[in-house]
């Protein structure tokens, strides 16, 4: 297993400038099938305002896309994500999260949970530093299947942090000029056409709060939200240039000067 799992962590890295951007999260969920089988599964990126969530990208698998957001109708939904948040990067079966006896007594539960034959849960967040980002994977078995076991859990913690990197990568390569893409020197954003910020590079955060320290995210800067695209403008730390959008989204380099 543990060769298989490292060839599988070499083959997802290796995917991240060879699968498109469009396909990634749902070629991902096909890899991860080798060593942890799973009947469903969902990759939800999104970010956090006023303790709220709100949800920016959804990849599904074996799952329709809405149902991910009948959870928003259950009070739990906030608890349980919330709960999962305070542990980031740690798979948490739903008895990590609370007593089995009292889960299956919440309405999420009994209405969406059984309903839809997501009988066990093993969900995991990742939250990107110095931002209100987040990314949240849940693999879901059906009641005919397997309980998640301790080895599934460790098997997973540690895929996740390959998954996401990987991802990211994956986004960079495809909004970034790829001269820039292993420079650590280089910032780098994707960002949407409302000025909300969908990943970026460690570097970012910091820079932006020299730059503007009261600046917090998801949302970008509005010095650099109002630019547009193709420009490039100077700043005290860093020159900004700014690519053209593609599938409504926005790539930005942020070269030091």
Known sequence: MDQVLSDLILDIHRGATRISVDNFQCWAFEQ??????????????????????????????????????????YDEHSYLLGRMMREPGIPLNRNMLMPESEFRELPIYKEYFSKY???????????????????????????????????????????????????????????????????????KLVVDNEGVIRDLSDNVAV????????????????????????????FKAFRAKINKSKDDLVGIELHPI
């Open 32 to 73: 991860i099938q080798v060593v942890l089988p799973f009947d469903s599964g969902i990759w939800v990126n999104g970010h956090t305002k006023d303790k709220q969530f709100f949800t920016s990208e959804v990849s599904t698998y074996n799952q329709r896309e809405e149902l991910y957001h009948l959870r928003n109708l």
């Open 117 to 187: 034959d997501m009988e066990y849960a093993l969900g995991t967040v990742k939250r990107l530093h110095n931002t209100d980002h987040y990314s949240y994977m849940g693999l879901y078995r059906s009641a005919s299947s397997n309980i998640f076991s301790e080895r599934d859990r460790r098997t997973k913690q540690t895929l996740l942090l390959h998954l996401f990197d990987s991802y990211r990568y994956c986004r960079f390569y495809h909004f970034i000029d790829h001269k820039y893409l292993d420079d650590r020197e280089v910032g």
């Open 207 to 234: 820079w932006f709060k020299r730059q503007w320290p009261e600046w917090s995210g998801p949302y970008l800067p509005a010095e650099l939200k109002e630019l547009g695209t193709e420009i490039v403008q100077e």
